[in-house]
């Protein structure tokens, strides 16, 4: 997930997102559903991420590749993988969407909200690229909340 949320950000997001889950006992949920993203999106778009993103990426590849290769370079198997991880990735983050809209959000929940910014990127083409966008936005808003407590300005 591409935002401009940085390590600093992403760390501050988490450490709220837990205290307020273990001290204001889970009384915001959605605001730490939120937090629980933009935090492990900030980690990945860190110093951290290009490596995590090329290892899943060349490990997607191998097993795309060896599975043409096994099952019959016509077969469509390679494309058939890159396809379920796709779905993969939109399931993940539909999940997500229901249930916080559903108002279920427990440890489930968090659970979706730090796969997002992980698996969201594995969705392909234009629908990839306007989901990520879209749940690019909350990333961003919270980024300039924090950002805007701590320099009072948005953003910064």
């Known amino acids: 997930m591409e935002t401009a949320v940085s390590i600093l950000t992403g760390v501050v997001a988490l450490v709220v997102a837990g205290c307020l889950g273990y001290f204001g006992q889970m009384l915001w949920p959605k605001v730490i559903a939120a937090l629980v993203m933009t935090g492990v999106a900030g980690i990945v778009n860190g110093t951290i991420g290009d490596p995590v993103h090329k290892v899943v990426t060349r490990l997607d590849n191998a097993i795309a590749h060896a599975l043409a290769n096994v099952l019959d370079k016509d077969s469509g ?11 993969l990735g939109l399931a993940l983050i539909l999940a997500l969407v229901l249930r916080v809209y559903k108002n279920k959000v ?3 929940t968090f659970g979706l909200a730090a796969c997002a910014p992980l698996f969201g990127p594995m969705v392909p083409g ?20 924090i950002g805007w407590m701590f320099t009072g300005s948005w953003g910064g």
């Open 77 to 87: 198997a390679g494309n058939a993988w890159k396809a379920f991880t796709g779905l």
């Open 106 to 108: 427990d440890l489930k």
């Open 126 to 145: 234009t629908i990839g690229s306007i989901l990520m966008s879209v749940l690019g936005i909350v990333p961003y808003l919270v980024n300039g909340v």
